[in-house]
């Protein structure tokens, strides 16, 4: 299985983008999905998960701005990312999840907010 992260950009503070992320391939180990995020000087975090179930999880900084959906006809997940904040700036990645623990990474997409 790979993922393919891709949607990040250049934004204004208050707008929008959407992130994509297909997978190719399947895996009876991968149970949720999640995107992640890691500003400069920053350990990564978790933003959204998204399980099996379709149950989602937001951190406190995202909730009600940030929704996690997936699409699974197409493998793929996204992250439509509202009212955005300076403080979004960050390389956002999905991973794939075993329960909680992620087991696969897609590549970064650079997601810069400016004020």
């Known amino acids: 299985v790979q993922l393919q992260a891709s949607g990040g950009g250049l934004v204004q503070a208050g707008g929008s983008l959407r992130l994509s992320c297909a997978a190719s391939g399947s895996s009876n180990n991968i149970n949720a999905m999640a995107w992640y995020r890691q500003a400069p000087g920053k350990q990564r975090e978790q933003v959204a998960a998204i399980i099996t179930g379709g149950i989602t999880n937001y951190a406190d900084s995202v909730k009600g701005r940030f929704t996690i959906s997936r699409d699974n006809a197409n493998n793929t997940v996204y992250l439509q990312m509202n009212s955005l904040k300076p403080e979004d700036t960050a390389t956002y990645y999905c991973?794939?999840?075993?329960?909680?623990?992620?087991?696969?990474w897609g590549q970064g997409t650079l997601v810069t907010v400016s004020s």
């Open positions: 991973a794939a999840l075993r329960w909680t623990l992620p087991i696969l």
